[in-house]
T-cell receptor
Framework: GEDVEQSLFLSVREGDSSVINCTYT??????LYWYKQEPGAGLQLLTY?????DMKQDQRLTVLLNKKDKHLSLRIADTQTGDSAIYFC?????????FGKGTSLLVTP | DAGVIQSPRHEVTEMGQEVTLRCKPI?????LFWYRQTMMRGLELLIY????????DSGMPEDRFSAKMPNASFSTLKIQPSEPRDSAVYFC??????????????FGEGSWLTVV
């Protein structure tokens, strides 16, 4: 099947920006998503981007999409300790979503 | 909005026992999904329903797993007999009809299953 790839781990200092990267393989994906999972909790939708967009900004979150390279990134500005979590990239796959394995973000004081 | 509701939140059971996980999707959503999350394999789609009808069950591991959706507000995922390798977090998710903005899938809090 199609694979969504993410780096497994990222560590940043509080107040810095975090950039989480993702590559996907299904060029027909119409939407791409970022979800956040805190320990012991479910997946919370952070944001999504339509495939005909290059960028989407939502408060501290900026999503960049390079459709040619099938590369998606999530930038978190002014990262806080509360942002420590696992972040999942997902692409539309038919009616369901195909997820990456997640990037664990650790924010240190 | 109550969100997707799953029960039980945590279950510990012995190998060989039957396990039933339950899900109430968001009212008005036409699609319901069951995902499984493990450290090794990440999030895997097991099965999804559209208007209570199973559409794609190719992700169901084997015959020990079965899922039903008797009505628009309830679904079950059953494992019989359970095995230790079934230990995972099982997520139910739902999505509004095709064409809704973003076609976003909303997840429940998960059922954390341990089979000993």
């Amino acid at each position: 099947g199609e694979d969504v790839e993410q780096s497994l781990f990222l560590s940043v200092r509080e107040g810095d920006s975090s950039v989480i990267n993702c590559t996907y393989t299904d060029s027909s994906s119409t939407y791409l998503y970022w979800y956040k999972q805190e320990p012991g909790a479910g997946l919370q939708l952070l944001t999504y981007i339509f495939s005909n967009m290059d960028m989407k900004q939502d408060q501290r979150l900026t999503v960049l999409l390079n459709k040619k390279d099938k590369h998606l990134s999530l930038r978190i500005a002014d990262t806080q300790t509360g942002d420590s979590a696992i972040y999942f990239c997902a692409e539309r796959s038919g009616y369901a979503l195909n997820f990456g394995k997640g990037t664990s973000l650790l924010v240190t004081p | 909005d109550a969100g997707v509701i799953q029960s039980p939140r945590h279950e510990v059971t012995e190998m060989g026992q039957e396990v039933t996980l339950r899900c109430k999707p968001i009212s008005g959503h036409d699609y319901l999904f069951w995902y499984r999350q493990t450290m090794m394999r990440g999030l895997e789609l097991l099965i999804y329903f559209n208007n209570n009808v199973p559409i794609d069950d190719s992700g169901m591991p084997e015959d020990r797993f079965s899922a039903k959706m008797p009505n628009a507000s309830f679904s079950t995922l059953k494992i019989q007999p359970s095995e230790p390798r079934d230990s995972a977090v099982y997520f139910c998710a739902s999505r509004p009809r095709q064409g809704a903005p973003g076609n976003t899938i909303y997840f429940g809090e998960g059922s954390w299953l341990t089979v000993v």
